[in-house]
Structure formats: C-alpha cells, structure tokens
C-alpha cells in the first residue's frame, strides 16, 4: 500500500532540512515508545475517543504507554505531524506491537478478537 506523498524532486533543496527536523522531536519520541511498549496510544486532553481507547485497555488489564499532545485549544502543529507521518486523520492512534492498527474502533474490534 503506498499513498501520494510529494516527490522529492518537486521540494525546493533549500527547505529539505526544514521540512526533515518540523517537529521530529516528536516522530523520534513515537518512534521511542513504539520500539520499548508493545501497546502505544497517541491522543490528545479532551477527546473521548482517545478516553475510550485508554479504557478498553485498562479494563483488559493491558499496560500500555499513552502519549498525549496538547488538546483542542493548542499543540495542533505538533499533532498534525504526527498525522502526517501515519496518513492517519484522527486520535487516538494505536500502535500494537509495532504496527499502527488505527483507532479506537479498530482497538475495540482488535480486542473483541483476543
């Protein structure tokens, strides 16, 4: 599976660093988290969904390391990067044992299959 991504070739050189380290702090930190936690949730403060996919953990008694990038009212640079980099619209994202499942409805239907 690939999806359209820019090519290379159609990026000016001179912004290629500049777009390489936008917020790669926080590509490295997901990255961290997915290689040291077999369950890893992204979200964000307020949201319900992210709410609901930390409980279905929780009440499977699954461990898992959650990672949380601002709210509705700030952070969204920092999230929408994240967005890119996993083609994924919205929170949570879950990882599991390395490989992005999607949300909390995937989660959900995940551990209905346990």
């Known amino acids: 599976m690939s999806r359209p991504i820019l090519d ?5 050189p001179s912004i290629h660093s500049e777009i390489n380290e936008n917020n790669k702090d926080v590509i490295d930190e ?3 988290a997915i290689s040291n936690n077999e ?5 964000m ?3 319900p969904f992210v709410k609901q996919a930390r409980k ?3 009440k499977n008694n699954i461990s898992f390391k959650y990672l949380e990038y601002g709210s509705y009212f700030g952070a969204w640079r920092r999230r ?5 980099w996993s ?3 919205t929170f949570p994202m879950v990882f599991i044992e390395g490989q ?10 995940y551990l209905s299959k346990s």
């Not at 369950?39 to 979200?43: T, Y």
């Not at 929408?80 to 890119?84: I, P």
């Not at 992005?100 to 239907?109: H, M, R, S, V």
């Open 39 to 43: 369950f890893v949730i992204i979200g």
């Open 56 to 58: 279905m953990l929780k």
């Open 100 to 109: 992005f499942i999607g949300g909390a409805e995937q989660l959900e239907k």
């Open 87 to 89: 083609g994924w619209p």
């Open 30 to 32: 997901v990255i961290a």
């Open 8 to 12: 290379q070739d159609k990026i000016h």
């Open 80 to 84: 929408n990067v994240l967005k890119m």
């Open 45 to 47: 403060a307020q949201n």
